[in-house]
């Protein structure tokens, strides 16, 4: 089942279509979907995929190779190999170029790991003969830092020769939500909070059973869960020292997020190594420093507090990765009744703001705020904490939002609340006009609902932020 990415395969039609050669450079964390991306793209094209491993250079050649020269033979001579890389890259020149052919290397970080001359020798033979032709070739990794290191920087051979590239990110909610057509509403976005938009996590659970049900198979099972050592293995790949990562992934999903208390929390060094930690953390995508959205230079701002972008790691460090002895032991089901589920709602909660802000981004998109926003995201002070504000900094105008994620509707509590944190909003930042809207998850009071046509205050539940309505 292959669901949306629509924008993606887009540009890469687009770029099929033209009349020169084009060099695209795909590239995303681990579980996104690059791969399934591409096998959708080349589908009914002639292409050659090739999936490098982590085995020998030369076992890696001779795979290319015969590839290569099975494109156009009927038939490929046992242990056949070009004499070099070089060589079977020009080879790519004698390739059928009507209609164009497209030329895929997968888990390209791979070669670069066991030949670093790779990238100066796709260079060479592309600015010597490959540019000239019609070919297509798409290099695609899963190291982000490396395809930006090796491919994509200014000091990389093979900087300025890309036609175009993309960081596949997430599917966001609304497609997540497609995984799932027998859940309700509630459900898919419980689903999307606990296992986020990476659709090879989004495939494992089933909505023929129920979110517990699925927690339970899939994540808590010592023995059989699909996805109960994943984030292990896949900070293993790609960190050194990951036991210290770890420490600082658990600390965070615990509810620090201040440089001192994950510091405190982690217990391995002071503030300038873990800060060194985050730093590379932030790189690989997997955490996101936030400021509040009026910080004019949010690199330099003090207020910076960190979080953990992806749901599953942030569901992993904070029920399974703390419990791993007990899960180990088969308490699956004690873990799930006594830690998850009088939890859940607080955890979701995260998610949901997370999803408001999105949303508040996808009307400002649509024109719909009746106003430019410079940023959009939360703001807090010591004083209070607002969980959503779209702001324009030089005409001084704003949204505001609360969100509830609560079994019960929002009553005109929470929007006077909500006044009162922007009073303070205003004044500090010295706000011309306020407009005002609220997030629930269970709807709102007739109270309330009469309020907001009288004042124009705007409201939303789950079921807009899933169809993104």
């Not at 995929?49 to 050649?61: C, H, R, Y």
């Not at 895929?104 to 033979?125: C, M, R, W």
């Not at 609560?406 to 909003?425: F, R, S």
Request: glycine share 6%; proline share 4%; hydrophobic share 40%.
């Amino acid at each position: 089942m292959f669901i949306n990415r629509k924008t993606e395969l887009d540009l890469l039609k687009q770029c099929y279509r033209s009349n020169r050669a084009e060099l695209f450079v795909l590239y995303g964390r681990r579980r996104v979907g690059k791969t399934e991306l591409l096998h959708a793209f080349c589908a009914d094209k002639p292409h050659i995929f090739f999936i490098a491993t982590l085995s020998s250079d030369s076992e890696q050649l001779a795979t290319f190779s015969q590839q290569v020269y099975g494109f156009t033979h009927a038939e490929t001579p046992s242990g056949f190999t070009f004499p070099s890389w070089e060589a079977a890259f020009q080879a790519l020149v004698d390739l059928p170029m009507q209609p164009k052919p497209i030329v895929i290397l997968d888990e390209f970080t791979y070669l670069i790991s066991g030949n670093k001359a790779i990238p100066s020798i796709v260079q060479k033979v592309w600015d010597e003969k490959l540019k000239n032709t019609q070919v297509m070739l798409v290099l695609c990794g899963s190291y982000i830092g490396m395809m930006e290191a090796e491919v994509l920087s200014y000091q990389a051979p093979l900087y300025g020769r890309r036609t175009a590239s993309t960081l596949l990110q997430p599917m966001d909610l609304a497609s997540s939500a497609l995984f799932f057509p027998s859940y309700t509403t509630d459900e898919k976005f419980i689903a999307w909070a606990i296992i986020g938009g990476m659709p090879y996590y989004l495939r494992t659970f089933q909505d023929s059973q129920d979110v517990f049900a699925n927690i339970r198979q899939h994540i808590l099972d010592a023995q059989r869960g699909t996805l109960f050592n994943e984030p292990r293995f896949l900070l293993m790949e790609e960190l050194r020292e990951p036991r210290n990562y770890f420490s600082i992934l658990r600390s965070i999903a615990q509810g620090r997020t201040r440089l001192s208390e994950i510091t405190q929390g982690a217990g391995i060094g002071n503030v300038t190594t873990v800060a060194r930690y985050l730093d590379i953390l932030q790189q690989l995508r997997l955490i996101t420093r936030r400021v509040p959205a009026t910080e004019t230079q949010p690199e330099k701002s003090k207020k910076g507090i960190y979080q953990i972008d992806d749901h599953f790691l942030r569901f992993w460090f904070r029920y399974v990765h703390p419990n791993q002895s007990s899960l180990d032991l088969g308490l699956a089901d004690a873990i799930l009744q006594q830690r998850i589920k009088p939890d859940l709602d607080h955890f979701i909660a995260l998610a949901f703001e997370e999803a408001a802000i999105t949303f508040t981004s996808q009307l400002a998109q649509a024109g719909e705020l009746n106003f430019l926003p410079e940023r959009i995201g939360g703001w807090w002070n010591r004083d209070a904490e607002i969980d959503v504000l779209a702001f324009n900094l030089s005409e001084k105008l704003a949204l505001v939002g609360e969100c509830k994620w609560t079994v019960h509707p929002v009553g005109v509590k929470v929007l006077d609340n909500l006044k009162q944190k922007a009073e303070i909003l205003i004044k500090n930042h010295k706000i011309k006009q306020v407009k005002f809207a609220l997030f629930s998850r269970n709807g709102f009071t007739a109270e309330l609902e009469d309020r907001s046509k009288d004042e124009g205050i705007r409201l939303f539940t789950v079921d807009s932020l899933v169809s993104c309505l």
